[in-house]
């Protein structure tokens, strides 16, 4: 069974760093895309981008890139989704999602979310 | 850009619904469908815009291809009542998903 577990609620300051963790099983992590959604509060889904974690290769949004890095670690089947310097406006619900196949395809699995918050 | 229509769709259970995502300009069939209830993760239903998911009944249909697109729910359940979100995957335009439409019931 695929699953994606994603690390706990986070509450931050404006200008801190954070990195959350999405850990996968159920499938070879090292061969599939593996994203980034965002829900802001009471909002839509958007797309950050994706990671292959085999080689860490990565593809950004263009709405995200510059403002989040993406990581992965095979060996022990984990993704990253880093900031270095947070903002109130990255309040947000964030998913991470296993592509069915290639880098731009349908997000079959979703992990449980992982809320952050970003307030002074 | 994906918009979906309508913003929110009131249909009595049993009923069937229809939902509709208009593309601004050609995907061919790279189109997913995600339902999300609230308090929870987005589950897929339907990608390659007609492809049923693993587990997804089949009261759920997708169809289309190009710039418009529908979601039919036929029979519809209690557990069916949420948000619903297309997504298109094409490589350009970027990435984006609708805006969402909320299904409720009458």
């Known amino acids: 069974e695929v699953q994606l577990v994603q690390s706990g609620t986070e509450v931050k300051k404006p200008g801190e760093s954070l990195r959350i963790s999405c850990k996968a099983s159920g499938y070879n992590f090292a061969s599939y895309w593996i994203g980034w959604v965002r829900q802001m509060p009471g909002k839509g889904l958007e797309w950050m981008g994706v990671?292959?974690?085999?080689?860490?290769?990565?593809r950004y949004s263009p709405s995200f890139q510059g403002q989040v890095t993406f990581s992965a670690d095979k060996s022990i089947n984990t993704a990253y989704l880093l900031w270095s310097s947070l903002k109130a406006s990255d309040s947000a619900m964030y998913y991470c999602?296993?592509?069915?196949?290639?880098?731009?395809?349908?997000?079959?699995?979703w992990g449980q979310g992982t809320l952050v918050t970003v307030s002074s | 850009v994906l918009t979906q229509s309508p913003a929110t769709l009131s249909v009595s259970p049993g009923e069937r619904a229809t939902l509709s995502c208009r593309a601004s300009?050609?995907?061919?069939?790279?189109l997913a469908w995600y339902q999300q209830k609230s308090g929870q993760a987005p589950r897929l239903l339907i990608y390659?815009?007609?492809t049923r998911a693993t587990g997804v009944p089949a009261r759920f249909s997708g169809s289309g291809s190009g710039t418009e697109f529908a979601l039919t729910i036929n029979s519809l359940q209690s557990e069916d009542f949420a948000v619903y979100y297309c997504?298109?995957?094409?490589?350009?335009?970027?990435?984006?998903f609708g805006q969402g439409t909320r299904l409720e019931i009458k």
């Open positions: 990671i292959f974690p085999g080689d860490s290769e990565t």
């Open positions: 997504h298109h995957y094409n490589v350009w335009p970027p990435v984006t």
């Open positions: 390659q815009a007609s």
């Open positions: 300009q050609s995907i061919s069939t790279n």
């Open positions: 999602v296993k592509s069915y196949s290639g880098s731009h395809s349908a997000l079959e699995y």
